[in-house]
């Protein structure tokens, strides 16, 4: 152990805490820990692996199928099936950036050095969204295209150029920032890991195909049909599977859902001790 | 420079923090000091933004520590060692903290230097010592080159090594000019580190004093000597109008230096055997002001007291 010398360097130049400079810590900090690794991974290989099942199976008992069956399939949407999963997983992701400082209380390093909070929120918000889009826009092309594999054996497939499908598969990687936020939103408000993730697994697997037993005097169907998941798959859908909701509707209610959520989590990550 | 301005936080309908107004000057290592749960760590935590005040308000260089353009050069902060994310490395950990203030990256380096961390800069947090997380910690405040640095019992948990290697890192930075905010509730650490004290109770400011006048305020110092011929002497210093005392085989006087005491047996002829002058414990005498304060009292049981443990049922 050497004596320590408190040696004043002259005082350089910084540029101070600005949202940029924000940025590129929020940057290194997503994936200076191993488990931002392995979520993104976890959610290229469940996706991808749960579409090749999903569509060989479909592409063996397609002869099986009975004629609205068989027009009810969508290829393209089918072909992204495996985000049936993978949207739990980046759900988990965006739920653990928040959490993770809370748990861990890095959370007081974090705010002692950038003390205005919603530029962190800001930041940490950004970053999950582009790395959910990019990942999410890479898996989605991979799984289309294993998917039209076997969709080919028996003559279903579909390509980049037939209409809606360019968008399907930029919707999947839209869908994936979606619930990558939903956990994010989850996470500022709960400040808890289980809790925020249960919450996110109820809230975007569970709940949506229960909420219909909601008796239509109080508005089940119309419930139903906007909540979370229900009205964000729609843009996934080449041909949309649900009257009155159309691709981009249901993706604004979907978007406006966690961005509620988040609004209220912003607004309680700044007001409370951290 | 650090103000404090009627700083109060109110926790439900208890007071954790009461109306404390304090400044600690650059240049001098302030101690504060209290019980634990005193309201220390709240305080500290309300000067840094990250809880906030019931009432009152805390300055850091004249403006709140939230308003900083770059706050990392405002204050270096070390309030507990194990706040950080432990996946990370610690070169990691002050990438993203020097990053967030666009501070130079070779300033990461330089901390990890001085703190002797450059060896394990590239292992996992949460495989490090108290010790080694205490110097990542201290590598993270001075990433800013701040000229306020403030610790929260930086020396708890450490072996003697660490605890003299802060003491040392302390005072150094002092002496360089800086501002340092260092809390305990050790008064004996505080009266090695210490140049001024702020002493606090519930809360509650006790005492805002130098550590010299706080330690001749609250102890008395006594004089004791031993002697074979301890009689003589004891009626030789009443003769001067000092009063002794018998205690554990010493004569204890007070009110008189232990040359007045040596020259009088000299000139008497008396044999002294051992000579000392004694501070009563800073212990007791920090215990003494803060005995009303203590937010958790241990009882000890005496046999005076009549009662028995398991006995009242």
Known sequence: ?274 | MIEARGLTKVYGSKKAVDDLSFTVSPGIVTGFLGPNGAGKSTTMRMILGLDRPTSGQALVNGQPYTAAKVPLREVGALLDAKDVHGGRTARAHLTVLALSNGLPKRRVDEVLELTGLTGVAKKRIRGFSLGMSQRLGIAAAMLGDPDVLMFDEPVNGLDPEGILWIRNFMRSLAAGGRTVFVSSHLMSEMALTADHLIVIGRGKLLADMGTKDFIAQNSATTVRVRSPQADQLARALAERGTQTRQVDGYLELSGVATDQVGDLAASRGITIHELFQQRSSLEEAFMELTRDSVEYHAEVPTAASGSVPGGAA
């Open chain 1, 1 to 274: 152990m050497s004596a320590p010398v408190a040696q004043r360097p002259q005082q350089q130049q910084a540029g101070g805490v600005t949202f940029v400079n924000v940025l590129r810590a929020e940057w290194v900090k997503f994936w200076s820990v191993r488990s931002t690794a392995w979520a993104v991974l976890a959610l290229v290989v469940v996706t991808i692996g749960i579409t090749t099942l999903f569509s060989w199976g479909i592409s063996e008992s397609y002869d099986q199928l009975d004629a609205s069956e068989r027009s009810d399939l969508d290829p393209a949407n089918a072909s992204l099936s495996g985000l049936f999963f993978g949207q739990l997983v980046i759900a988990v992701l965006g739920a653990l950036v928040v959490t993770a400082e809370y748990s861990t209380r890095g959370v007081r390093s974090t705010f002692t050095a950038v003390p205005r909070r919603l530029n962190v929120l800001a930041a940490k918000a950004l970053v999950l969204a582009v790395v959910a889009f990019v990942v999410g826009l890479v898996t989605c092309f991979v799984a289309f295209f294993i998917g039209q594999l076997f969709f080919a054996s028996v003559d279903i497939d579909v390509s980049l150029g037939d209409p809606g499908v360019p968008r399907v598969i930029i919707g999947g990687a839209l869908y994936v920032v979606g619930c990558g936020m939903f956990g994010f939103a989850l996470g500022t408000l709960l400040r808890h890991s289980a809790g925020a993730i249960t919450t996110a697994v109820a809230l975007l697997l569970v709940v949506p195909p229960l909420i219909g037993l909601i008796p239509d005097a109080l508005g089940g169907e119309q419930i139903s049909k906007w909540f979370t998941s229900n009205a964000g798959t729609h843009i996934m859908e080449t041909v949309s599977s649900t009257e009155g909701i159309g691709p981009w509707s249901g993706y604004a209610a979907f978007t406006l859902q966690w961005l509620v959520l988040l609004v209220i989590g912003a607004w309680l990550v700044k007001r409370r001790d951290a």
